[in-house]
Structure formats: structure tokens, C-alpha cells
């Protein structure tokens, strides 16, 4: 509840998996993985090896459920319905909703199969690769699909081809550790000798776009709008865009108070993110920023996402009020069952608030900057539980916001490869008018330019990307408490009193300002902007009144379309 304070390119090799996720993670070799009869050779993804994603909810898979139970029985292992995702319909069930909505988030919910070894069995490990190639040759390929591992960053390192599932992050480079670099500043010349190397893995050098502290010497940004009752409403009794990002959670930070950003949201006593939302401080990353790494006071890769992401819509449009939800910790690392889960909750947050429902708020726009590569994009079966969630999102008249990708491939990542394909993108053209509906927003694509203008090297390319925007060396807000523990390579007494002198802390952030690079961010500045535009609209017109749920969705998708229209130039469907 809210609170109120008043290609056909192939992506690089796998290399290490995930520890967050630890041995559940599998990578599906293209090279060793079975496949059923006239079924193409699947590409390489990571998935968790115990579980299934089912999009049939009606009667908790039916049939599809039927036959995964045997086909395990086949191999010794046992399979079990989710119980978070029964606990989700009960909490469906108990909203005050009207019957024919609760009934369509319900089929919108599908469900998580487990796989255990069966009692009394002494078998090899579940491997839901097999299980769902055997389920599948019996006609059910529509209906399961993999939990694939979805990634917010690379690992802190140079080179993101070796570093952990490069092929599967869409986000931001995080800098190589600098005391393994020479040192510029005991270089002759040091703005104009080269990099130690060249290419993408410059952009995670400090200096070149890679994450590293920056002083803000700029005004904060500044509502138009007193506030009024709530976070949510201004005190003239207009609607701010609320902009839900779902990703490390927001640290603190003077620019992001309970005001601008709701935390740790919840729906009927649940709440939205995936992650715990109370967790020791030593292992929250948006408090010390090295949440994985305690022992060696190491920054995790996605240490300050979160916060950065938030600081970059707050800049864009100061008005807006942002829902934090934590997805996961600063290993940057999720199971798209989590996913999913924390997405079916906005939905009903979401459907709420626009009933009217005290507590609740409808959202303008989702930003996700996340993703993974699907194994068989071509098949009917990629655009499962996860498109469907997203579709739902999207028909009640929320506008999706996705990063493209840093891996510099044209092979489509998902969710952002939902976004409808240009005609053509060499040059790009307009979209087909036939993939746009006026009721229902479409899934927009972001990738990265450089400060110049040009596009930037790590930026995933396709029909699939809907537009640019900037996002190499961008500065944003950071937790003012993370501090990882490199340390100046001079500290000094100073020669007043109470001086302290030394060298830029590389890794700490109490000044709350740093700089970043990655279409992780390039989703969000669009983000912001949408939400600019829908304020406009509001000034002159004001959003309708909760209540009636048919009427309220229908001018919120126009409403939406006139925003994407202003900002992206995508044309507004008749």
C-alpha cells in the first residue's frame, strides 16, 4: 500500500552463473541439450534447472500439469504447484474487486511447477530442460516454458564477455577494479594516453562511463506542484504520474524522500518486490552497496541501481512519484518466477488504485531494466507467462518501459524484444500501424546514445528497439551511505584544523552523485519523460476520476498514447 507522509548474432559464451541463485542455475548448451522431434536446436540461455512456468491458470494447468506429474514419475522425480502462486489467487480472491476482474487477473496469473526428487527415489538432479522437451512433444510446447534467469548487470571486471552472464544482462558496466590499473594520475599526460584496452569494456572504466563517484554542483530538481493529501495527489488535486521501478530497491538519498519515493510497496499486506524488503544492513546493497560481498567489502555489480534509476526519473520529471519495488539484491540476479510474481502484484496494486481503492494508486508507467535470451524465439511458446503478465499491465493502461540490452547483439532480449518491430531499422521506420492498438500502450524498447550523440558501442540493436535515448557516462543520484573498500590512495592531516585531506574515494559515494553507463538507464530517462508529458496533459486536463474501471482504463491508454506520441514519435493510433 502506498504511504503517506502528508540477431542472428550469437551472445557471447556462458561462463559463470549467478551465486545468488546458486546450483539451480543451468546453462542450456546448444551443443549437449536434447530436443524433441522437428524441434530446432535451442540457443544458449540460463534457466533454473527445478522448476516450469505454466501460462494455463484456469484450473491450475489441467492437463499440462497432468502430464508434467508423469513424465517426472518417468524420471524419478516429483513435480508441486508453487504455493506463493496459490497464496497469489487467494489474494486475488480476497480484493474488493468485481467478479469478472478478479476472474481476469486469475487467467492472468499462471503458475510455478517445482521439481523434487520423488520420495524414495535416488536419482540425478531435476533438469526442467528435459522435463519440459519431453512435456512439450505431447503438445503442450504453448503451454510451459523454462524459468529463465533474468540479469541487471555484469560482475564488477573489465571485460564483460568473461564475466557473469554477460549474454543475459541488459544493464550497466561497472568499473574494472582500479587499483589493478595504472595509475593516470602518475602517467605524463594522462587525458590523452590510451585505455588499457578499447572497445565496449571501456565503458566500465572509471572515467569512460564506468560507475565512480561525481560531485553534483547543479540545484536539486524542483516540484511545480505543492503536495496534497497523500503522496500522490498535489495540493490543487491533480494526479502525479507514479512511475513504478521494480529493480535493488532506493537507498538514501536527499533528492529522494518518502515524498518522491514510495518504498517497499505492498498490496494487501504483501508486498510488490520479490526480495525481502528487511534485510541486515550488511546485506542490502542500497545501504553499504556490498550485500554479497560482507567478508571482503567488495561493491556489489548493481550496488545503487536502484537509486540511480530513481535520481534519473526524478530528474526528468520532479513531479512524479516513483514505486520502489526490490526485485533483488545487488548481485543484480532473478528467476523470471520471481519476476513474475512481483509483476502480478503491481497488476493488482495497480487495478486497485483504479477502483478507487484507499491505499492504492493506478501506475502511469512500469521501467524494468532487466532481461534474458529466449532459447527458441521463433517458436509460439517464447511469448508465455511473462508476455501475457505484461500484456495484462498493458490493457489496463500501463504504459511498459524496457532496456534493450548491453551486449552489442541484434539477437532480440526479452522482455524488451515484446516492443512491436520497425519496419525497417536500417534506416529506422515507422511501425506497421497495424501492430498498435489505441487500447493498449505498447512495449517500448530503449537503447543507449554516447554524450555526442552517437549511438553507443554496447547498445543491443533490432526492429525489436523503439528508440535512443541517452545513457553512457549519465549522473544520477547514489546512495549517500555506500562506501565499498577501495580507499583513497592518499589520506592525509590537513594543515587547518579538522581538515581532511586526500585523493577521490573510488568506490564511495557519501556525496550521493556518481556516473554510469548502460541502457539500464536509457529506459528510465524515457520513463521520465513520459511522465513529463503526462503531467502537461493533466495540467490542462485532469486524469478521470476512479470508479468506473472501463472508462478510467480506456482514457488512460489514450492518455498514454499522447505521451508516447510527444516522446518517442510513434504515431497515435486512429
Not at 83 to 90: F, K, Q, S, W
Not at 146 to 167: E, F, K, N, R, W
Not at 214 to 236: S, Y
Not at 541 to 551: E, R, V
Request: proline share 11%.
Amino acid at each position: 500500500m502506498v504511504d503517506d507522509p502528508s540477431s542472428s548474432k550469437a551472445a557471447p559464451g556462458p561462463a559463470e552463473v549467478p551465486p545468488v541463485l546458486g546450483s539451480r542455475v543451468t546453462v542450456l548448451d546448444p551443443s549437449t541439450a536434447i530436443r524433441r522431434a522437428g524441434a530446432r536446436a535451442p540457443q544458449a540461455t540460463l534457466y533454473l534447472s527445478d522448476t516450469l512456468l505454466v501460462a494455463d491458470s484456469t484450473e491450475l494447468g489441467g492437463g499440462v500439469l497432468e502430464a508434467l506429474a508423469v513424465a517426472a514419475g518417468e524420471r524419478g522425480w516429483a513435480v508441486a504447484v508453487d504455493p506463493r502462486d496459490v497464496e497469489h489467487r487467494a489474494l486475488i480472491a480476497q480484493a474488493d474487486l468485481p467478479r469478472e476482474v478478479r476472474d481476469d487477473l486469475t487467467a492472468t496469473a499462471g503458475f510455478t511447477v517445482g521439481i523434487i526428487p520423488a520420495p524414495g527415489q535416488v536419482t540425478t538432479p531435476p533438469d526442467s530442460w528435459e522435463l519440459h522437451e519431453h512435456v512439450a512433444d505431447q503438445g503442450y510446447a504453448s503451454g510451459i516454458s523454462l524459468d529463465h534467469v533474468l540479469m541487471a548487470s555484469t560482475a564488477i571486471g573489465g571485460t564483460p564477455y568473461t564475466q557473469p552472464l554477460p549474454y543475459t544482462q541488459p544493464l550497466p558496466y561497472t568499473q574494472p577494479l582500479p587499483y589493478t590499473q595504472p595509475l593516470p594520475y602518475t602517467q605524463p599526460l594522462p587525458y590523452t594516453q590510451p585505455l588499457p584496452f578499447s572497445g565496449m569494456p571501456e565503458y566500465a572504466v572509471a572515467g569512460s562511463g564506468g560507475r565512480s563517484p561525481v560531485a553534483w554542483i547543479g540545484p536539486a530538481p524542483v516540484r511545480r506542484h505543492p503536495c496534497g493529501k497523500g503522496v500522490t495527489r498535489t495540493e490543487a488535486g491533480l494526479d502525479r504520474p507514479v512511475v513504478a521501478v521494480l529493480d535493488t530497491g532506493t537507498g538514501a538519498h536527499p533528492w529522494l524522500s518518502d515524498e518522491v519515493v514510495v518504498r517497499n510497496p505492498s498490496v494487501l499486506g504483501v508486498p510488490i518486490g520479490s526480495f525481502p524488503a528487511v534485510h541486515p544492513e550488511s546485506d542490502d546493497s542500497e545501504v553499504g552497496g556490498m550485500g554479497g560481498r560482507p567478508l571482503t567489502g567488495g561493491l556489489d555489480a548493481a550496488s545503487g541501481h536502484g537509486t540511480f534509476i530513481a535520481g534519473i526519473v526524478h530528474q526528468r520529471c520532479p513531479d512524479a512519484v516513483i514505486l520502489s519495488g526490490r526485485l533483488y539484491g545487488g548481485q543484480g540476479a532473478i528467476g523470471e518466477s520471481d519476476l513474475l510474481g512481483s509483476l502480478r502484484r503491481l497488476l493488482l496494486f495497480h487495478v486497485l488504485g483504479l477502483h478507487g481503492r484507499d491505499g492504492y494508486v493506478p501506475v502511469d508507467v512500469l521501467a524494468l531494466a532487466l532481461g534474458y535470451y529466449h532459447e527458441r524465439p521463433e517458436d509460439v511458446d517464447f511469448d508465455g507467462p511473462l508476455g501475457r503478465v505484461l500484456d495484462a499491465l498493458r490493457r489496463y493502461g500501463v504504459t511498459v518501459v524496457v532496456s534493450a540490452g548491453n551486449d552489442g547483439t541484434t539477437r532480440p532480449m526479452f522482455p524488451a524484444a515484446f516492443a512491436p518491430r520497425l519496419s525497417s531499422w536500417h534506416p529506422p521506420t515507422p511501425i506497421d500501424p497495424s501492430e498498435l492498438r489505441l487500447d493498449t500502450p505498447p512495449v517500448l524498447s530503449v537503447g543507449a546514445l554516447n554524450p555526442d550523440g552517437s549511438t553507443a558501442l554496447f547498445s543491443n540493436d533490432g526492429p525489436w528497439v523503439t528508440c535512443l535515448r541517452p545513457g553512457a557516462a549519465l549522473v544520477s543520484t547514489m546512495p549517500v551511505t555506500m562506501n565499498g573498500s577501495l580507499t583513497p590512495s592518499r589520506d592525509l592531516a590537513g594543515r587547518h584544523r579538522g581538515e581532511v585531506r586526500r585523493t577521490v574515494d573510488p568506490d564511495g559515494f557519501a556525496g550521493g552523485f556518481g556516473v554510469w553507463s548502460g541502457t539500464s538507464f536509457s529506459g528510465p530517462l524515457l520513463a521520465g519523460d513520459l511522465a513529463a508529458a503526462l503531467l502537461e496533459q493533466r495540467e490542462a486536463t485532469p486524469a478521470p476520476a476512479p470508479g468506473d474501471l472501463h472508462g478510467a482504463v480506456k482514457e488512460r491508454c489514450r492518455e498514454a498514447w499522447r505521451a508516447i506520441t510527444a516522446t518517442t514519435g510513434l504515431p497515435t493510433p486512429a
